[in-house]
């Protein structure tokens, strides 16, 4: 007989014999009172095994008290429930299954069974367990990678700006010592040519003495050369030139400040020297020419102790942040009008103080250029970001800087700005320096 002359009871019969479906019969106790082939087939349980067996034979003993509320749910508030749980095999292993479970209660509300439905779904759960974990091991190589390409982004920016200070370190020095070397000689030979003219002015003032008519000639030479003149600027002439060789000193010794090398510990460095020093450097840069006048370079600097440090990074700072200034201010003179430059001068202002507690030093370096957006300052310290024109800044040197104050030496690097009113750019150093590998 053909499938589609069977009836009712016939049809779900065979359904129930045919589906790859696990269909499952509970008394109110959860024990199997019905299992078709495909329970006995997932489970491992022939029909005559399990039947009357209670739930927990197939229920792994690690979730029966998790599915206690769900057996309460169906008998008390006689609704499907729809779980997921691990399940138990006659063999002993463990497979993860499916589950819908409802309620079937008579016409006196009585309820006769349960009735349920399972499907083994261990292949596909495993499978999105192995996504899953795959992904969170992306997501951790992914985060990884990133953290490696900000390291690497670091460390170039930390060579190119080592490299370039390093470079100019050495031109610098080199330049102080070949200064140093003439000027030795001229220090030490002014004094001696001194003292040989006070003994040929000696000996001028005894020949006089005692020749007072000298030879006509000799007479007229005097007079030509004007030797009374002489006897008197030629001492100030020498005196001059031993000021201008105390001067070049000074030079050089600022020269060799700026450039001293770090060693592989930090020092005791004087800020406002380091300060002086890097100003020296850029002293051609705040000279006036066709579109601004001088900038004038304020010092306000206070009664500030010696700073354990890595001296050269630190001048390294300076040099940006006032090379910043520089560059601010000489856009911001382009756009002014010379009655307004008259008013109000380009300025830079470095302050120099002790923190009130004395374990710090606070240092400021203001202009009085255009000022910074507000919705840019979170932006300025950020790597590669620049607010100079195309081919004129590298977005490296406030990156370089602040790695520099607060991961080398535990300080802070920080702005305030207005537009309008200029920026200042604020550092707080300990005394003491925290990086000591």
């Not at 010696?306 to 006032?322: D, K």
């Not at 690097?413 to 003491?432: D, N």
Request: net charge negative; proline share 4%.
């Amino acid at each position: 007989m053909s499938n589609q002359f069977l009836g009712i009871t016939e049809k779900l019969s065979f359904l129930i014999q045919q589906t790859p479906l696990a269909l499952i019969e509970w008394n109110q106790d959860f024990c199997v009172i019905s299992w078709n082939p495909a329970a006995e087939k997932i489970f491992g349980y022939s029909a005559e095994e399990i039947y009357l067996q209670p739930v927990s034979r197939i229920v792994s003993p690690t979730v029966q008290t998790e599915i206690k509320p769900l057996m309460v749910a169906l008998l008390q508030e006689r609704k499907t429930v729809v779980c997921q749980n691990e399940n138990i095999c006659k063999d002993g292993s463990v497979i993860i299954c499916e589950w819908i479970n409802t309620p079937v209660f008579d016409d006196q509300d009585q309820m006769l069974s349960i009735y349920s439905i399972a499907q083994n779904v261990t292949d596909r759960v495993m499978a999105e367990r192995r996504l899953q974990e795959s992904e969170a091991q992306l997501l951790e190589k992914s985060t990884t990678l990133e953290q490696v390409v900000e390291q690497l982004q670091q460390a170039q920016i930390q060579l190119v700006q080592s490299e370039k200070m390093s470079a100019l370190g050495n031109l610098v020095a080199g330049v102080a010592h070949e200064i140093n070397n003439p000027l030795g000689f001229l220090k030490g030979n002014i004094r001696p040519a001194l003292e040989h003219l006070e003994d040929l002015f000696a000996l001028l003032d005894a020949y006089a003495e005692h020749h007072p008519d000298p030879h006509q000639q000799v007479q007229q030479l005097i007079e030509e050369v004007d030797l009374e003149f002489i006897c008197q600027d030629l001492p100030k002439l020498l005196e001059s030139m031993n000021q201008g060789i105390d001067r070049i000193k000074t030079i050089s010794d600022s020269l060799r400040t700026f450039s001293r090398l770090d060693s592989e510990y930090p020092v005791s460095f004087d800020l406002q020297d380091g300060l002086d020093s890097t100003i020296l450097l850029l002293k051609h840069r705040l000279k006036s020419h066709d579109h601004r006048p001088a900038i004038q370079v304020i010092k306000n600097y206070g009664d500030v102790p010696e700073v354990e440090c890595f001296a050269g990074q630190l001048n390294q700072v300076f040099m940006n942040l006032l090379a910043n200034a520089i560059d601010e201010l000489d856009e911001a003179c382009r756009d002014r009008p010379v009655q307004a430059l008259s008013e109000n001068p380009p300025q830079i202002i470095i302050t120099t103080a002790l923190s009130a507690d004395q374990k710090s030093v606070h240092l400021s370096i203001q202009d009085n250029g255009r000022g910074i957006a507000e919705e840019l300052q979170s932006q300025i310290f950020e790597h590669l970001f620049t607010t100079k024109l195309v081919g004129k800044g590298t977005g490296l040197g406030l990156t370089l800087s602040r790695q520099v104050i607060e991961e080398k030496h535990g300080g802070r690097l920080w702005l305030e700005s207005q537009l309008g009113a200029g920026t200042t750019f604020m550092i707080e150093l300990p005394l003491v320096c925290v990086d000591r590998s």
